[in-house]
């Protein structure tokens, strides 16, 4: 598990230490969402986000660019995605949840990229059998959030190359060993189809130009490791005749336990989409928290929110009420509340957003076909 005195290091493939989101920011170079955006997007939108307002999305590059087109009347596309390397857990949702509404709220289309070739090349424990699985049940989990069928196209990069391979060799072809050396950190004992990944990470950020013949900025929803990802796509992007994608970036959901993101090397310390009602209280009563030794002690001095997990869940996605949110923030930091007890809260909230999803991912079994990018290909061939 990552530790917070551990120095930070955010990759695609990693993220580990203390989280520095101003440092990411900075170094990333990326631009913070200001409250000047936040009144812009809003007052397209008609409706505040809570993710927005309480600042887990909050970063972006070239969003401002992609409203002054929308309000030219250009719309744009969304691209997001999954790397199916196991079961999605509620931090993946986030980017998911936010796109979701994003979508509803302009209206636009939706390319979902699940990455089944990166994982097969970059976990080395993980058979093509097991990759072939977690794709399928992860479909289930993107079709959950509520995206609309008409304007969604999930991707499936081995099922679907047809309709990705003619961009990804142009793409390829522009991105040299050194700059995915010194960008993504690659190493010569890697096998090669992870030093070609990052071309097909690229395409659907170019894929809805491509097969209209139309010029159309998109936009990627996303946590903000993937960043690496898209300085490169931004670089090759007008080499190939594309517009460079604009991305809107989230923090990392923390894990229940100590320390880190929500991860899925760390199974007690993930909720994911899946786990039992049992399991995911065991979990949640478990979560590492900002309290004191004993009880007595709690009441006398009140115990520490910004370091305790169970808070960061109400702030982040189960605690939408302001108010509600202050005052239980004021209770813990007056020891009003013992830990127990604020968990005791959490623990029904997360087991009701878990069956709700559980319910629609039952019904994305018999829908899957509705949301499957294989539609594209009438159009490409047109
Ligand atoms: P993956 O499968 O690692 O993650 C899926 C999405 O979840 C975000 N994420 C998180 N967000 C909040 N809290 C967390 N703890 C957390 N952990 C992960 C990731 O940033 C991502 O948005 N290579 C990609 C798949 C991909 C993709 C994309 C992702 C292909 N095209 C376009 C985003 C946008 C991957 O393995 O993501």
Redesign the pocket.
């Known amino acids: 598990m990552s530790k917070d005195n551990e120095e930070m290091v955010v990759t ?1 493939w990693e993220v580990r230490g203390k989280l520095d989101y101003d440092r990411l920011i900075e170094e990333f170079g990326t631009q913070r969402i200001d409250e000047k955006l936040l009144k812009r997007i809003y007052k397209i939108t008609g409706e505040k986000h809570v993710m927005l307002e309480r600042e887990l999305f909050f970063s972006h590059r070239d969003l401002d660019w992609v409203l002054d087109e929308y309000e030219k009347g250009n719309k744009f596309v969304i ?5 199916p ?1 196991g079961n999605v ?1 509620i ?2 949702l ?2 998911w949840i936010f796109t979701k509404w994003w979508q509803e709220k302009f209206d636009t289309r939706l390319y979902f ?1 699940l ?1 089944n070739d ?2 097969f090349w970059f976990e080395q424990d993980l058979s093509y059998d097991e990759v072939k699985k977690h794709t399928y049940e992860n479909t289930l989990d993107v079709i959950a959030t509520g995206v609309e069928p008409e304007n969604t196209f999930i991707i499936n990069d081995i099922e679907h190359i047809d309709l990705l391979y003619e961009l990804a060799v142009q793409v390829a072809k522009k991105i040299t060993f050194s700059t995915a050396k010194a960008v993504f950190g690659f190493e010569n004992s890697m096998n090669i189809g992870g030093i070609f990944y990052p071309s097909m ?1 690229a395409v ?1 950020a170019f894929l809805h130009s491509w097969i209209y013949g139309e010029k159309t900025p998109c936009i ?1 929803p ?2 903000i ?2 960043d690496p ?1 898209w300085r490169v796509t931004r670089d090759v992007a007008e080499k190939l005749g594309y517009y460079k994608p604009a991305s809107i970036q ?4 923390p894990g229940l336990q100590e320390g880190g ?3 899925s090397s760390s199974p007690m310390s993930a909720l994911y989409t899946t786990d039992t009602t049992k399991v995911a209280r065991k979990k949640v009563m478990a979560a590492f928290t900002g309290g004191r030794e004993t009880a007595e002690e709690q009441r006398k001095l009140g115990a520490n929110p910004d370091i305790c997990s169970v808070f960061m869940y109400y702030d982040m996605l189960f605690m939408p009420d302001d108010k509600e949110l202050a005052d239980i923030e004021q209770k813990c930091r007056s020891g009003e509340i013992l830990c127990g007890e604020c968990k005791q809260i959490l623990a029904p909230r997360v087991i009701d957003f878990l069956e709700k999803h559980q319910e629609k991912r039952e019904e994305a079994k018999e829908r899957i076909h509705e949301f499957s990018a294989s539609r594209l290909r009438d159009d490409i061939r047109r």
């Open positions: 695609p691209y997001t995605g999954r790397g390397s857990h931090g993946h986030v980017p990229q990455t990166e994982k990470q659907p990627i996303c946590a490791d993937q990802h989230n923090k990392f959901l993101k929500m991860s």
